[in-house]
């Protein structure tokens, strides 16, 4: 709550949202799980709660503070402290098998669109190609315009027990 503009968000993501985000996510389908900004690990608790091994996560996280609690809560996941929005640099060599999914609690709106779209395409790079880029956002617009013409977008219904209210949004490859 202190600093919301670092984190992204004044509170950690409710349980609602992080199950909806988990939900996005097919459990039997082979490959890592890359989530980006996990904070505090409640979206990670979910993917987890939903049948995906903790092996199987790699979870990028700029701040050292959450690294460092998220190496402790899930000693199996690959921890990855950085920048996503230098996802090709930080993953290239890391991911070596088409990802099953990109789960992202980054604070997009946070970051001009030339970052956001570069964001997404580096994302779907790593993915296989049906896999789901799965996001969520506050806002009441989505977070990649859908004229983007690199992704197809669907959206979820708002999560109104969530605090604030947010949607989450899955794109996909068109």
């Given at each position: 709550?202190e600093?919301?503009?670092?984190?992204?968000?004044?509170?950690?993501?409710?349980?609602?949202?992080?199950?909806?985000?988990?939900?996005?996510?097919?459990?039997?389908?082979?490959?890592?799980?890359?989530?980006?900004?996990?904070?505090?690990?409640a979206?990670?608790?979910?993917?987890?709660?939903?049948?995906?091994?903790?092996?199987?996560?790699t979870?990028?996280?700029?701040?050292?503070?959450?690294?460092?609690?998220?190496?402790?809560?899930?000693?199996?996941?690959?921890?990855v402290?950085?920048?996503?929005?230098?996802?090709?640099?930080?993953?290239?060599?890391?991911?070596?098998?088409?990802?099953?999914?990109?789960?992202?609690?980054?604070?997009?709106?946070?970051?001009?669109?030339?970052?956001?779209?570069?964001?997404?395409s580096?994302?779907?790079a790593?993915?296989?190609?049906?896999?789901?880029?799965?996001?969520?956002?506050?806002?009441?617009?989505?977070?990649?315009?859908?004229?983007?013409?690199?992704?197809?977008?669907?959206?979820?219904?708002?999560?109104?027990?969530?605090?604030?209210?947010?949607?989450?949004?899955?794109?996909?490859?068109?």
């Amino acid at each position: 709550m202190e600093k919301p503009l670092a984190t992204g968000a004044v509170m950690p993501s409710g349980r609602p949202l992080a199950r909806a985000m988990a939900h996005c996510v097919v459990p039997e389908i082979p490959g890592p799980i890359v989530e980006l900004g996990p904070g505090t690990g409640a979206v990670t608790a979910a993917l987890i709660e939903r049948g995906i091994a903790p092996s199987r996560l790699t979870l990028v996280e700029f701040n050292p503070t959450f690294c460092r609690l998220l190496r402790t809560r899930y000693p199996e996941a690959t921890v990855v402290q950085g920048d996503a929005y230098s996802l090709k640099r930080l993953l290239g060599g890391l991911v070596r098998e088409p990802a099953a999914a990109v789960v992202s609690g980054l604070p997009l709106f946070t970051k001009p669109l030339k970052f956001r779209l570069r964001l997404i395409s580096d994302a779907f790079a790593l993915l296989a190609p049906d896999a789901p880029f799965v996001q969520f956002t506050y806002a009441l617009v989505p977070p990649i315009p859908r004229g983007y013409s690199g992704a197809r977008a669907e959206a979820a219904e708002r999560i109104w027990l969530n605090i604030p209210p947010a949607r989450v949004w899955v794109y996909r490859r068109a």
